[in-house]
């Protein structure tokens, strides 16, 4: 049951090929500076918004999130559309982690725009 759930979930079978092809902790991958910074920004504007609510912010910033898991996305989707477990490269896995913990990052800031579901 645990292989299937996982084999079965696109995330969840990312994780684990990177984590059985790369022979690593997973978790320990550093994101970019600027990734980070801007997420720290992000974190910011909600937690304003938590004491002074803007709808019109609300929405730019979930907007600002939405462009940003798309330009993640396009950013590695020739890779991923290419993928070939037999002949995939280390530094496109590298590649491919980090667009990982990029998309859990940004489902987690996402997820925090439901704090505000009552304003709506």
């Known amino acids: 049951n645990i ?19 790369l022979n690593e902790a997973f978790q320990e ?3 970019p500076n600027e990734f980070l910074m801007e997420m720290m920004e ?16 609300l929405k730019q910033l979930q ?10 996305f ?11 477990n037999q002949t995939i490269e280390k530094k496109d896995l590298l590649e491919i982690k980090k667009y990982y913990l990029k998309k859990k990052y940004l489902l987690r800031i996402r997820n925090q725009f439901s704090k505000f579901a009552s304003h709506s």
Do not use: G, H, Q, W
């Open 29 to 31: 991958e550093k994101l």
């Open 63 to 72: 907007t600002d999130v939405e462009n940003m898991e798309k330009d993640n």
């Open 42 to 57: 992000i974190n910011e504007s909600i937690m304003e918004l938590e004491f002074d609510f803007d709808a019109e912010k």
């Open 74 to 84: 396009e950013a590695i989707k020739p890779i991923l559309l290419s993928f070939d």
């Open 3 to 21: 292989a299937y759930k996982t084999l079965s979930n696109f995330d969840s079978r990312m994780e684990y090929i990177l984590n059985l092809e």
